[in-house]
C-alpha cells in the first residue's frame, strides 16, 4: 500500500460501467477523491475488504423486481465479519448502445448480463422479435467489447454510466420492462465504529433458527421485534447451503443498534436464536424517519430502566429519631 | 412506641384465633420474641404498618376456593406503596365447638365468619340440617363467644388455634367440605430492601390496563412476560372501582425481579401500561424452583449484554503500520 | 306444577327486597306477570332453576368493587349445565334505614350484609363512628328485622327496595363509599334456545387450562380469541377448588356465539383447552354494539369460506373438443 | 392438436438435457410414455401450461444454495391462475465435458450457465486456475455447442442428462463445491382437481400484505399458522416489482387443504391480507410425515364443530305434560 497518501479506496463490482459504480459515485459525491477499484465480483469485492486492500466495497444487495442477490447475502453470512456502513437506492433502467456506425436496421445479436436481458425481456421482444439474445458476464462487458470489432454481437443494454465511459452514445435511453426497477446497493467495510444514528436508520442482521424448526420458532423470533415495537423492512428466508430446508433468515430492522428498543430485540434473538449475525446499522436510502410509538422511545425505555433500579434498590425512609 | 426494646412487631387480622394468626405464628416460629398485634379488618392492619405502628402485617391474598382476596388486593395497590416480604400457605380446616356444657344433641345455632359458614355449607347441611346459621364478623370471634353465657348460639366453626387459644375442645376437627382448601396469606412490610433471591421466589405486581381495552392490549401485557420466559401463577382482572368494566391485572409471575428476565419483562410492562404497582419479590412457599429456560437464564442475558455492548463499541483493529 | 297458568316463575337471590330482586324487576318491566320466588343463596336459586322448579333465576355475578361473585362463578362452572340469557346492572346505593320511632342519635348498632358494612365502610367511620356493626346474612334481612322490637340493632343498610317494601322511610337514601358502585346480575336458565344475537351481545365461558401450566398456556388461550378479532371484556382466574395454583378462567367475550369469528374462537379453545364450558350468548347491559373490524365480520368469514370452498372443489374447465 | 392419441405433455425448462428435463423424467418414471417438451423459459414453459399447449410443465422453484428462483415464483404468483401438483428434488452436481478429442491440458475456455458457473467457483479455481470462464444459456447449451467446431470454449459443466443425451463422455462427474447441493422443480398445472392428501403433503401460496407495513402485520399473518399448529418450510418476502420494500410472503406450508387446521389458516390469512394465491397442495418430496399434534388434528376440528353445532342449536328438553 502507498506509504503517503490516505486516498480512500473503494471496491465496486465491476467492471468499470456497472451500476454499482454508479452506485458508488452517488455515495461519494463523484468519487474524485477517492481511488474506485473494479472488481471480478461480489466475493472478490468483499474479500478485498476483508484483506485490508480497499477500504470498503460497493456490492448490490437486493433488486425491486429479482429480489435478494444471493451472492452479497451469502458472502456477508459468512466468513470474517464485515460492516454495513450505507447504502445506495439506483434505478435500473438501461441504454442501448450499438457497434458504432450500425444503424437499427443492422442489429441481429444483442448481449447484456442475463439478469439485464431478463429485465428487458418484454422490451426485447417487442422492438427487436428476432434478436439473438448474447448472455455475457457484465452489462458493461457487453457494451466495451462493441468496441472491438471482433466481437460477435451487434448492441448491448448497459447503465448509463457505460455508454458515457466508453463514447457509446445510446440509441435508445431508459430501457426496461419495469419502470420502477430499483437496485438497493450496500458500502460495506471491516468491523468498526457504526455510523452514528441519524433518526432515520436500519440495521441489517443475518439469524439462524436451530436444528429443529419447529412450529412457532419463526414466530418466536419476530415477537423479538414486535414486542419491542420494531418494525422490519425486509425478511427473507436464505438457505444456508447445509441442504434444501435448511434456512436463515435474512433482516433489515427500522432503527438504529444505539437505539433502546433495537438492542433489546438484538439481545432477545441473541438469546432465542443459535447464531444472529450483526451486519450493521447505516442511515437508510431515502432518509424518511418511521414514527416510533411513545412506549418503544428511548425515553421510555430510560424511564423503565429508572424505575425498576429504584426497585431493586429501594432507598429506606430513614425512620423518625 | 416503647424506646428500647426493639421487639418486631407484626399485625395480623384479629380478632385472636383467627388462620391469620396461624398464619402468622407459623412464619415467625411460634412468635414468641415479637408482638402480634390483632387488627379488625385488612385495612387496619395494613394501615398499621403505613404508619409505622407495626413493622408488617399478615393477611390473607388468596383462597383456593374462594380465590382473591379483595380487601387485601384492593388496599395493596392502593394508597402508600406497601411491600409483600413472604408468604405462607395455611391449611382452611376447621374445629366444630360447642358452648362447655352442651352435647351435639343440643346445638340449635351454629355461627362462624360467613366464609366459614360457606367453606362448611355441605357438611352443615348433612350433619345439622335443622341448625340455624348465624353470621359472626370472625370464626374466632364466633368461638370465644361462647364462653359468654348471653351469647345466642350453641357452636362455632373455627380455625384450630382458636380452640385451643379460648380453651374449647373441639367436638370435631378436620370439618369442611374441601379437605384441600387453603389460604394463602402475605407478610407486608413497607418498602425497603428486597428477600434475597432463592431461586424458588414469586413476584406480585398490579398492572393497568389503558381505557381503550382494545383487542390485544391483554396479549401484549402477557407477551411482556412470554417473550422473556417468564411463567405466571396467577392471574386475575380486578375492578379499579371505577365502574363496571374497567379492571387493573393482579399477577403473581415465578422468579425475583433480581433475575434478568423478570426485571426485563417488568421493565416491558412499565413502557405499555399506564401504570404498574411493584407489590415484592419473596420465596415461594412450598420452595419449590421451577427450571429456567437455558436462553432466559441471567447468564444468557448476560451473554447477549456483552454480545450487544461489543457491537456498539466495536474495537477497531489497528491499522498496521 | 300447576297444569293451567304458565304464570313464568322466576327466583333471586333472596330474601325479599334485596339488589337481586331489584335486578329480576328491572329485567321483567316490573314482574307483575310473574312469579318472584327469594331464594336462600345462589346454590339454591339455581337448584332450583336445574330442577325444572322455576324458569329462571337471577343472581349477582360480579361487583364494580368487590370483583366476580365466587358463589355464581362457582355453581355455574360445576353441576348440570346452565344457560346465561341475559344480564342486568343495577346501581348500588344504599338506604338508611331506622327503627321505626328512633332519631338518628339514638342509632348504636348498625346491621347490613358483611359486603353492604363493606362497601359503606368510610360512611359509617364518618357519620356513625361510635356505632357497633352488626353482619346480617342479608341487606333485605337487617331491614326487615327492625320491624321485630326484639331485634338487637337500630339501623340498617338495605336496597332501596327493601326500604319501600317493608314499609321503612329511609333516613338518608344513596349512601355508600363509592357512588359509581354497581353489580352486575345474569338470569340463568336451563339449556335452550340461545337469545337472538343483537348486534351488542355478550359470550360468556369458563375455560381449563390443563395440568402442566407451561409458560405461554394462557397466551395460546388468549391467542385463540385474539387471532379472530374478539375482545375479551372480562378475565379472572378463578380457582377450580382442587388446590392452591390450580385455575381455571372465567371469561367474558364480546360477540354471540351465532357469530362467525366468536364461534372459531370457541372451537379453537375447545381444542387447545381439557374443558370448556359455554354458559351463554346474551345481550349486554348498556347495549352499546362495539364496531366489528372488517376483517372478521361475519361476511369476511363467509367469503373466506367460499373461497376455500372453490379451491377445495375446483370446476375444471371443459377441454376443448 | 392431435385428435387420437391423448399422449400427455410435459414442458420443461430446456433445451433438451437441463436438470428440468431430469426432475420431469424423475417424476414419470422415465417419461416413455409422455411427449417432453423443452421450453426456452421459465416463463414460456408456464405460458404453454396457460395456453392448453402442455399438460404440465416442470420448473425449479428453489435452488439449496442460490435460494428462491425468482422467475418462477413470480411467475406462479401473477397471471393466470396455475396449480402445483407434485414436486421434485434433483442433486445438482455436474459433469464436465470437454471437445471430443481434446485433453485437460487443452481446456482453455469453460463454458456454463452462470448459475453453473457460480455452483463450480471454487472447484474451477483450484482445477483450472488460467480457464476463462464464458457464460451460457444454459448447461446443456453449453454442451451441446461442443459437437460444433465453429464454437469458442473446449468444455462445459452440465447435467449428467446433457453428458449422455449428446454423447459426451464426462472427463470428470460429481463436479460441484457443495455436494448436497439439491434444486427444488414444481410439476405446474392449470387449476383442476388437487393431489389427494397423503398425509405427507406441502401447500404453497403467496400472500400480500397491505401498502402500509406496520410493526406486526407480518406477526398476524404467521399467528394465522401458529394458532392452527400448521408449520411453515419456507417463508420468503419476494418483491411485488412495484418498487422497493414492496413485497409479498411466498410460503410453502406443512400440510393439504383437505385437512381441517390448513384450511382454517388459509381461511384467516384471506381475512387479514389483502390477496392470497393458492398454489397447491401436493405431496411433499422425501414423504416423511411430520407429527400432527392431537389438538390440530382433523378428529380434534371435527369434534370442535360438532361441539359448537350442539351449542348453536341445543335440543330443548321436553317439557313435562
Not at 481511488?35 to 466495497?57: N, Q
Not at 460497493?58 to 423486481?65: G, K, Q, T
Not at 433489546?264 to 447464531?275: I, N, T, Y
Request: net charge negative; with cysteine.
Amino acid at each position: 500500500m502507498p506509504p503517503a497518501p490516505a486516498v480512500p479506496r473503494y471496491a465496486y463490482l465491476g467492471p468499470e460501467g456497472t451500476f454499482a459504480e454508479q452506485a458508488l459515485r452517488q455515495a461519494t459525491a463523484g468519487g474524485d477523491t477517492a481511488a474506485l477499484v473494479p472488481m471480478a465480483s461480489v466475493d472478490a469485492a468483499l474479500e478485498a475488504v476483508r484483506s485490508g486492500d480497499v477500504d470498503a466495497a460497493m456490492v448490490p444487495i437486493e433488486n425491486s423486481v429479482e429480489g435478494g442477490v444471493s451472492a452479497t447475502l451469502g458472502a456477508l453470512a459468512q466468513g470474517e465479519p464485515l460492516l454495513v456502513v450505507g447504502e445506495q437506492v439506483v434505478p435500473v433502467t438501461f441504454d442501448f448502445v450499438v457497434r458504432p456506425g450500425l444503424s437499427r436496421e443492422d442489429v441481429v445479436r444483442i448481449a447484456s448480463h442475463p439478469h439485464g436481458l431478463a429485465q428487458c425481456r418484454v422490451w426485447l421482444h417487442r422492438e427487436f422479435p428476432k434478436a439473438t439474445l448474447v448472455p455475457a458476464l457484465s452489462t458493461a462487458g457487453a457494451a466495451e467489447a462493441l468496441l472491438d470489432p471482433a466481437t460477435p454481437w451487434d448492441a448491448a443494454l448497459c447503465a448509463p454510466i457505460a455508454a458515457r465511459r466508453f463514447g457509446l452514445a445510446p440509441m435508445l435511453t431508459d430501457v426496461g420492462d419495469n419502470p420502477a426497477a430499483v437496485t438497493r446497493f450496500v458500502l460495506v467495510s471491516r468491523p468498526g465504529p457504526l455510523p452514528a444514528p441519524t433518526g432515520a436508520d436500519k440495521t441489517t442482521l443475518a439469524a439462524y433458527l436451530g436444528p429443529d424448526d419447529h412450529p412457532g420458532q419463526l414466530l418466536e423470533l419476530l415477537e423479538q421485534f414486535a414486542v419491542r415495537g420494531v418494525n422490519l423492512s425486509r425478511l427473507e428466508s436464505r438457505p444456508t447451503g447445509e441442504g434444501m430446508g435448511r434456512y436463515y433468515m435474512s433482516i433489515d430492522a427500522e432503527g438504529h443498534v444505539a437505539e433502546a428498543r433495537v438492542a433489546e430485540a438484538l439481545k432477545g434473538l441473541h438469546r432465542v436464536c443459535p447464531k444472529v449475525i450483526f451486519l450493521g446499522s447505516y442511515p437508510r436510502a431515502g432518509g424518511d424517519s418511521a414514527p416510533v410509538r411513545a412506549e418503544t422511545s428511548d425515553a421510555a425505555f430510560a424511564e423503565a430502566d429508572t424505575w425498576l433500579r429504584a426497585i431493586r434498590n429501594p432507598i429506606t425512609p430513614p425512620t423518625s429519631p
